[in-house]
Structures are given as structure tokens and as C-alpha cells.
């Protein structure tokens, strides 16, 4: 069974530019969370993803979209990259209803280099 | 919104002694409390947690306290094996009723290094 797959895994920006991260839940999942983690640091929620919706924002610029498909799976963009964006984006899986309910489970990520 | 401090951020133990790592938390709607262990180059993986109903769980050398009066939880590590060494984070969040809302706070980190 496979976990949470998150792509690129890695990848190089210039500043200005946009990129799209992308994300397959753990089978089972239904809800998408997207977090980044700059180095050194935990973990900061961006945003959720519950049937095709937002459902929960974090404090971040709308620089920062995202999109569920009816699959499931998500992706998350992010426009006029700035340096500071420079961070291992992680995609975290869960399902919504039911026990177990807020146990996520984490991709690899995905690390974006702004230059 | 939530905070969550972490303590310390770098403890060096010996193999087979005990590791603690503390966390304290500010809103007091929080009511579930996960331990995550990322190693490098991999994403947090979820080793233990606990509810707000609950004071206190273990599983084999893994053990988590909660005290919601005082708004704090801890991470409880016996009996240390060198693979034991990663980066251990605490976050906290808030079940509303019958829904997930995956909405994690997390602390700081805490570099755990366990020499053989």
C-alpha cells in the first residue's frame, strides 16, 4: 500500500517565477494538507483540502493556491517565488470522518531552491 | 492561534539511557497532541499520540504524558538505540466534533543523538 507521493522531489527556481507541487494521498485518504518546513524548523500549515474545497488556511500570502482533484490527489502553487520561499514542502494525508480522524500521514516532500 | 514551545532542541544520550523531550502549548481548545520522527531526508513520521482524555499512553519504549492543567505533554524514550537518533517534533491541534481538521501546530524541533 502505497504512503503519501509527493513530486518533484526536488527542484530549482529563479525568484519571480511560479512552481506547482503535487500530491497523492495514502489510499483511504479523502483530505490533503500541505505544510512547509524551512530548514531548521517545524513544520507550518499552508492549507487543507476536503472535497475539492479549502477548508482551513494557515498565514500565508494568496501567492500560495491550491487545488484538490476528484481523485483525491492535490496540488499546491506557488506564484512570484521569493527567496524566502526556499523551503522541503511537505503533503500530509488524512481522513476526515471516523477514528483516526486528524492522524496524518506525511509525503517525503518536496524541496524547492529559490534563487 | 496555537503555540507551541519545544525543549530542548539538542539532547545527546548514551545507548540504553532514557531521552525526554518536553512541550508546552498555549490554546487549551487543543486536544490532540502527536510525537512525529523525521529522519534526514525523509517526512515526519507519526510515532505516537494522544488525547485530551487520556494522561498517558505507551507503546514498547515510547511513552507520552499529558497535564492539561498545566498545558504541557511530554516524550518519553527507554532504553535509546542509535536508530533511536533523528529530529523528534511535538505539535498539538484541535478536534472539532466528529471531523478531521489536520491543522497542526508544531514546536521547534528537538535533535536527538544517541551514541553507541
Known amino acids: 500500500d502505497a504512503g503519501v507521493t509527493q513530486s518533484p522531489t526536488h527542484l530549482i527556481k529563479t525568484r519571480g517565477q511560479q512552481v506547482t507541487l503535487r500530491c497523492s494521498p495514502k489510499s483511504g485518504h479523502d483530505t490533503v494538507s500541505w505544510y512547509q518546513q524551512a530548514l531548521g524548523q517545524g513544520p507550518q500549515f499552508i492549507f487543507q483540502?476536503?472535497?475539492?474545497?479549502?477548508?482551513q488556511r494557515g498565514n500565508f500570502p494568496d501567492r500560495f493556491s491550491g487545488h484538490q482533484f476528484p481523485n483525491y490527489s492535490s496540488e499546491l502553487n506557488v506564484n512570484a517565488l521569493l527567496l524566502g520561499d526556499s523551503a522541503l514542502y511537505l503533503c500530509?494525508?488524512?481522513?476526515?470522518?471516523?477514528?483516526?480522524?486528524?492522524?496524518?500521514?506525511f509525503g517525503a516532500g518536496s524541496r524547492l531552491t529559490v534563487l | 492561534g496555537e503555540n507551541v514551545e519545544q525543549h530542548p532542541s539538542t539532547l545527546s544520550v548514551q545507548e540504553g539511557d532514557s531521552a525526554v523531550i518536553k512541550c508546552t502549548y498555549s490554546d487549551s481548545a487543543s486536544n490532540y497532541f502527536p510525537w512525529y520522527k523525521q529522519e534526514l531526508g525523509k517526512g515526519p513520521q507519526l510515532i505516537i499520540d494522544?488525547?485530551?482524555?487520556?494522561g498517558e499512553k505507551k507503546d514498547q519504549r515510547i511513552a507520552v504524558t499529558l497535564n492539561k492543567t498545566a498545558k504541557h505533554f511530554s516524550l518519553h524514550i527507554t532504553e535509546t538505540q542509535p536508530e533511536d537518533s533523528a529530529v523528534y517534533f511535538c505539535?498539538?491541534?484541535?478536534?472539532?466534533?466528529?471531523?478531521?481538521?489536520?491543522?497542526?501546530?508544531f514546536g521547534q524541533g528537538t535533535i536527538l543523538t544517541v551514541h553507541p
Open positions: 505539535a498539538a491541534s484541535t478536534h472539532a466534533g466528529g471531523t478531521s481538521y489536520g491543522k497542526l501546530t
Open positions: 483540502y476536503y472535497e475539492e474545497e479549502e477548508r
Open positions: 500530509a494525508s488524512s481522513h476526515t470522518l471516523g477514528n483516526g480522524a486528524n492522524v496524518l500521514t
Open positions: 494522544i488525547r485530551s482524555n487520556v
